[in-house]
């Protein structure tokens, strides 16, 4: 009986622990967070971010919310590339952005790439009288 209450006692003192572990702030991770903003210098909704680290490992993607903004976050201390579509026009690749551990980095991508710029992006001249 005295065993098992040691037991049962122990094994209590496992789970709060464990749990407490996974319930800590993540100390050794970082964020890249940032705006994508089309040829036309505005905000870019759901434009899609891609991202890896700079050594090609671990590619994903995020999409931006409706104010083109877009956050990664708990990402292990590394180099990172990232580069944004959307409306069928890219950004260039940003290169080597450096994120450590319990840091917020933030970056704009500007989408300037495109063999023909979407209608979307040309600005119509004002007709003149």
Do not use: C
Not at 6 to 13: H, I, Q, S, T, W
Not at 89 to 100: C, G, H, Q, R
Not at 105 to 118: F, N, Q
Request: glycine share 8%; charged share 20%.
């Amino acid at each position: 009986m005295k065993r098992a209450f040691l037991f049962v006692v122990f094994f209590l003192l496992m789970l709060v622990a464990v749990r407490g572990v996974s319930a800590a702030p993540q100390r050794h991770s970082g964020t890249l967070s940032g705006t994508v903003l089309g040829p036309d210098d505005r905000p870019v909704a759901h434009a899609s971010v891609s991202y890896q680290s700079s050594g090609g490992n671990e590619p994903h993607a995020v999409r931006t919310d409706s104010q083109g903004h877009f956050t990664i976050s708990k990402l292990k201390a590394d180099n990172y590339d990232l580069r944004a579509s959307g409306k069928g026009v890219f950004s260039v690749w940003e290169k080597n952005i450096s994120v450590k551990p319990g840091q917020t980095k933030s970056v704009t991508l500007h989408l300037i790439y495109a063999k023909k710029i979407p209608k979307a992006y040309v600005k119509t001249p004002a007709k003149q009288q």
